[in-house]
């Protein structure tokens, strides 16, 4: 009976674990997915469909924040608020892939020039595995969320926001630091 209740024992601690170790591993999947340009690997550790539109409500709202006093007295203002959100779709559908979280995840800003690179990215040399996360910090949210934070030039930190499903981590969220107009 004693001999059951340790391997019962060890089983748990081994779980329990894997499960603290899962994020970490689940950051590594992304880290060599990019590198290797291996779009399975990447697909199943990010969540892109969700990113996109977690990104997109991001992006609308701060878009929507600043420009809806000059729109207010514009009668043509909710035609260009409807310019503006196809115009996100176009950045998001350019930024969020392997090469535009390359960039995020090695500091840069995101910008138009970042995002014209991303399209081409593609065929140029692959990002250093070494490059990617530098000078991170990590930390759980809860027991089912967490984030590592990655500081740019400007001192400023884009999160990166992983959920537990499960026993696995996938990367939904990506919460840029655009406190102002860029």
Known sequence: MKTVAW???VAMIALLGYVAAGPYLAIAEIKTGIVEKDADRLSA??????????????????????TAGELKDNPLGA??????????????????????????MKGDRPSESIV?????????????????????RYSYDSLSQFSVWVPNDEGK????????????????????????PA
């Open 7 to 9: 391997i019962f024992g």
């Open 45 to 66: 550790k990010v969540d892109f469909p969700t990113l996109r539109q977690n990104l997109k409500a991001q992006l609308n709202a701060r878009l929507l924040h600043n």
């Open 79 to 104: 035609l260009a608020a409807g310019l503006a959100t196809t115009m996100v779709d176009g950045i998001l559908d350019a930024f969020v892939t392997p090469a535009g979280l390359a960039h995020v």
């Open 116 to 136: 014209k690179q991303t399209v081409t990215a593609d065929t140029g040399p692959p990002p250093k595995e070494a490059d990617l996360l530098q000078n991170a």
């Open 157 to 180: 930190e884009t999160q990166f926001v992983l959920q537990r499903e499960g026993l696995s981590w996938r990367l939904v969220n990506l919460v840029l630091p655009i406190d102002d």
